[in-house]
């Protein structure tokens, strides 16, 4: 069992960047794939970047891409979501997310551990 925390979440301004991490309870933490979704009100989660449990593989929505940044320190217990020149439409709650000997999966129904949440506002 993982328990996942989030944070870095704040009012940005367009082209700003922002930092995000989550902090992982528990040992295993280096089984585990690691996701970060996020959610506009009135819209679906959706998914936004994906680090596979070695750290070799990542994915990305085609929205972030060259963008935002996964990553992930195993001795820290800790994926970040590194984002720059944020646009007002990355406006949303950011979700970190674990499944245990994953993969870089984009759909929300693969992730077993969910954490509750930090918030980004990006102004134009």
């Known amino acids: 069992q993982v328990q996942l925390v989030e944070s870095g979440g704040g009012l940005v301004q367009a082209g700003d960047s922002l930092r995000l991490s989550c902090a992982a309870s528990?040992?295993?933490?280096?089984?585990?794939?690691m996701a970060w979704f996020r959610q506009a009100p009135g819209k679906e989660r959706e998914f936004v970047a994906a680090i596979d449990w070695s750290g070799l593989n990542t994915d990305y929505t085609e929205s972030v891409q060259g963008r935002f940044t996964i990553s992930r320190d195993n001795a820290k217990n800790t994926v970040y979501l590194h984002m720059n020149s944020l646009k007002p439409e990355d406006t949303a709650d950011y979700y970190c997310?674990?499944?245990?000997?994953?993969?870089?999966?984009?759909?929300?129904?693969?992730?077993?551990?969910w954490g509750q949440g930090t918030q980004v506002t990006v102004s134009s």
């Open positions: 528990g040992r295993t933490f280096g089984s585990y794939a």
């Open positions: 997310a674990a499944q245990l000997w994953g993969t870089t999966e984009k759909g929300p129904g693969f992730y077993s551990h």
